[in-house]
């Protein structure tokens, strides 16, 4: 489930006050967030606030602030079902799988300026992003 639909889930188990009082805290913001302003939440449904929500703040801040402004709501067991019903989300449902045996390769040999050698060590999966390199004399 995605965190739209987490925080979705969330809000309907509040009432129309309580999810007024709700929005009122998202617009005043805190010291933890900043405020999503009046106008784009006055009339916006559930739904509309669950994606606000995710959009202004990312996922993980989603569902904190959403956990924080429970709390100040009094509503702490709402606050707890979310926070462990998105752990468990992120938590990984199986060990990644290992990746395949390669066999043993030699390493490369690549020529160096002035007929030196350089031994490198073979890479096996992802080849990509940033590499340091050691030399030592």
């Known amino acids: 489930m995605g965190v739209s639909q987490l925080l979705l889930k969330t809000l309907e188990a509040l009432g129309d006050d309580d999810f007024k009082t ?21 009339k916006a449904p559930r739904t509309e606030t669950a ?9 993980d801040s989603a569902v904190n602030i ?21 752990a468990e989300g992120r938590a990984p449902t199986a060990a990644p799988a290992a990746p395949p045996a390669a066999a043993a ?10 007929g030196s050698v350089v031994f490198a060590p073979t890479v096996t999966g992802s080849s990509t992003g940033t590499w340091n390199v050691t030399i030592n004399k």
């Open 51 to 59: 994606s606000l929500m995710t959009q202004a703040y990312g996922d």
């Open 66 to 86: 959403t956990a924080e402004i429970l709390g100040k709501m009094n509503k702490k067991v709402v606050a707890e079902k979310l926070k462990k019903t998105y």
């Open 105 to 114: 390769a030699a390493p490369a040999a690549v020529s160096a300026v002035g």
């Open 22 to 42: 709700f929005k009122w805290y998202l617009t005043e913001g805190s010291d933890s967030w900043d405020a999503i302003p009046v106008y784009r939440l006055e």
